[in-house]
């Protein structure tokens, strides 16, 4: 079963590397939309969380999928400059405070989303306060 | 820990009418194109719940929309507890980030720190003594007892059941005890660090673990009558705060809450770590989706985690306690999950090849569960209200946390590594 999966997996991008406990799949933005139904069809229904990191003028959003017992790591790269992410709500509506933190926290803009205002921080807190080297 | 000092604005969770949630979200700005009702106009009045208020036991706001005793929305304010975990991660050493995983969450502290350290084992690529994967396991699964025996104790007051919950912490104790003899505390028992664990547990206190065992399983099954038997007690949690199996998979609700909806979801099981895949246990799924559902769950869960230690010590074989680890990592990422006692907990992490780690990213189970709370809101009885916030077991505390604000001089700003180190008077070693 699990040549099956990874054989599906790179499908969706490139399979980066396969640990005990998790895939990693580096994703192309264009294959957004297409990606997250494929996830849902290979029988992806839970999503642990959405997690965002800086780096270099990129930021890797991370969408940590569990898939057969496993966490399927999938990778999208934006820039830091613009970042816009669309949102996953219409396919997975529980995802919706993680993609809100995301917007908080990076300063990703997550297009689409039902509700996008920020989650945790008060109103004088300094914005987007997970970015390292810019703003 | 720390508060905001009331200043917090607490931002808003917008909770909508059940299945409609996603429609529901952002009708307050509607501007009346639409002929149907928002729940802001069906109602008839607001009440607030919180931030500080007798029937919630830690802060966080309930904005509700009622109609006379029946609530037509609600919204969740997070926020008021946020402590900037992860940023202060990234200013730390690997070592010294056990200590903070530790302290966010003050119930769960055993299941955060392996969680913790089992990521950074994932990121270095080393595997834990076999003793030490049965020691951990015993700790989660004490520290379970306590979590679901608090929670017991709390939905008991939530319904006006003060005889029980003073009943249930009193044997509550019969764990903490045992917590308190293994590790010297009865939370923050500080028994994990990357490579192993700190402590032993050794044959000496099997007997008296297994003592303490067995008067809980006693008691275990005493709580399971009185909750699933006693008049009062069903009166107040059958079919009251009703989540269906279709919207837990939905919401991706997860622990007890997911369990009591029918839904088999428990990282225990779908992968084992520590020593859970070495013995033998069941996990507990109830179809009620209602409040009575997760008591018996979590009830059930009680029985199954003295069935885990006793097995884990019979079973654990000698050896190390811990390996030796680096105390630079390379560069890596590793992820992990586990099951805190309400529900699935997970930590992602970044090396960069400093002494710090580049990233780390906690979720937490309430976190996961906030926007479940919609669906069993919606059309509840006022009175209600605190028992089903309390059936999630709720824990705002592990929820907020990204980002350091220092709020003592009123003014914003981000706290740096020197004044932290100044502060805690320690001459730069913490």
């Known amino acids: 079963m699990e040549g099956e999966i990874v054989k599906k997996l790179k499908v969706l991008g490139k399979l980066e590397k396969v640990q005990k406990n998790a895939w990693w799949v580096d994703a192309d933005m264009k294959h957004f939309d297409r990606l997250f139904n494929t996830l849902r069809m290979m029988g992806v229904e839970y999503i642990s969380t959405i997690s965002g990191t800086e780096e270099k003028g990129v930021i890797s959003v991370v969408y940590h999928c569990e898939l057969h017992g496993k966490t399927l790591n999938v990778r999208f790269r934006i820039p830091a400059k613009d970042p816009k992410i669309p949102t996953i709500t219409g396919v997975f509506p529980g995802v919706e405070l993680y993609e809100r933190e995301l917007a908080e926290m990076l300063g990703v803009e997550v297009t689409g989303h039902p509700d996008p205002r920020p989650l945790f921080l008060a109103d004088a807190s300094p914005k987007t306060p997970l970015r390292r080297h810019t703003i | ?430």
Not at chain 2, 255 to 272: C, M, Q
Not at chain 2, 339 to 360: D, Q, T
């Open chain 2, 1 to 430: 820990m720390t508060t905001r000092n009331g200043k917090n604005s607490g931002k808003d969770v917008e909770i909508g009418e059940g299945k409609n949630h996603h429609a529901e979200m952002g009708n307050e700005k509607n501007d009346g194109k639409n002929n149907e009702k928002t729940p802001e106009e069906k109602a008839t009045a607001s009440f607030t719940l919180g931030p500080q208020h007798p029937a919630i036991l830690e802060p966080e706001k309930l904005v509700l929309q009622i109609d006379g005793e029946t609530v037509i929305s609600a919204r969740l304010n997070l926020g008021y507890m946020h402590r900037g975990v992860e940023e202060l991660m990234q200013r730390r050493n690997y070592k010294q980030n056990i200590v903070i995983a530790e302290h966010v969450c003050g119930i769960c502290s055993g299941i955060h720190t392996l969680s913790y350290c089992s990521m950074a084992e994932n990121l270095l690529g080393v595997e834990i003594p076999e003793r030490a994967k049965y020691i951990r396991t015993i700790i989660a699964e004490l520290e379970r007892i306590h979590s679901h025996m608090l929670w017991a104790g709390v939905a008991a007051y939530e319904i006006g059941f003060d005889m029980l919950f003073h009943s249930v912490w009193r044997d509550r104790e019969l764990v903490m005890d045992v917590l308190e003899s293994i590790t010297g505390n009865r939370v923050n028992h500080g028994m994990n660090t990357i490579g192993g664990v700190r402590r032993d547990v050794p044959k000496s206190r099997h007997d008296e673990i297994l003592k303490a065992l067995g008067k809980l399983e006693k008691r275990a099954g005493y709580y399971a009558k009185v909750f699933t038997k006693d008049s009062m007690i069903k009166k107040r949690t059958v079919n009251v705060g009703i989540l269906r199996k279709t919207d837990a998979v939905k919401l991706m609700a997860t622990g007890p809450l997911a369990r009591a909806s029918g839904v088999r979801r428990d990282v225990r099981k779908e992968s084992p770590y520590a020593a859970y895949g070495l013995v033998d246990w069941d996990v507990h799924v109830e179809k009620g989706c209602d409040v009575a559902s997760r008591a018996v769950v979590r009830i059930s869960e009680l029985k199954e985690c003295a069935k885990i230690i006793s097995s884990c010590l019979k079973h654990m074989p000698e050896g190390e306690l811990k390996v030796k680890v680096p105390p630079i990592v390379p560069e890596a990422e590793a992820v992990f999950r586990g099951e805190a006692p309400r529900g699935e907990i997970f930590y992602y992490g970044i090396s960069r090849g400093g002494l710090n780690p580049y990233r780390v990213k906690i979720k937490t189970p309430t976190y996961s569960n906030a926007l479940s709370l919609s669906t069993m809101l919606a059309g509840a009885k006022l009175a209600d209200v605190p028992i089903i916030v309390a059936s999630i077991d709720p824990c705002f505390c592990c929820t907020d946390r990204v980002t350091v604000i220092d709020y003592s001089t009123g003014k914003t700003k981000t706290v740096g590594k020197n004044e932290l180190v100044n502060r805690s008077g320690s001459n730069g070693i913490f």
